[in-house]
């Protein structure tokens, strides 16, 4: 799973999808998630990032990663 090559994103959270000419915004983790993902970086790696810098329990996380998957998924912003 990565994130679309035309995609772009920028530190600060915006997402742009030039196929569709949809733009999005995300927070400031979703945006570290996205540059992450947009590097190749899996899924498993992220996560343990995320666990270890903030502070969050393992199961929200995989409640909040599947719902952030499927809003990208929705978005299509995701190589599948």
Same mark, same amino acid.
């Given at each position: 799973?990565n994130?679309? +090559? %035309?995609? =772009?994103t @920028?530190? @600060?959270?915006?997402?742009? %999808?030039?196929? !569709?000419?949809? @733009?999005?915004? =995300? %927070?400031? /983790? =979703?945006?570290? /998630?996205l $540059?992450?993902? +947009? #590097? ?5 790696? $992220?996560? +343990? !990032?995320?666990? %270890? +810098?903030y502070?969050?329990?393992? @199961?929200?996380?995989?409640r909040?990663?599947?719902d952030?998957l499927? #809003?990208?998924?929705? =978005?299509n912003?995701?190589? !599948?």
């Amino acid at each position: 799973m990565n994130l679309r +090559k %035309n995609v =772009a994103t @920028s530190e @600060s959270g915006f997402i742009f %999808n030039p196929s !569709t000419g949809d @733009s999005f915004s =995300a %927070n400031p /983790i =979703a945006a570290e /998630i996205l $540059i992450q993902l +947009k #590097q190749g970086v899996s899924p498993s790696e $992220i996560k +343990k !990032t995320v666990l %270890n +810098k903030y502070e969050v329990d393992s @199961s929200q996380l995989e409640r909040d990663w599947d719902d952030f998957l499927l #809003q990208l998924r929705d =978005a299509n912003l995701l190589d !599948t």
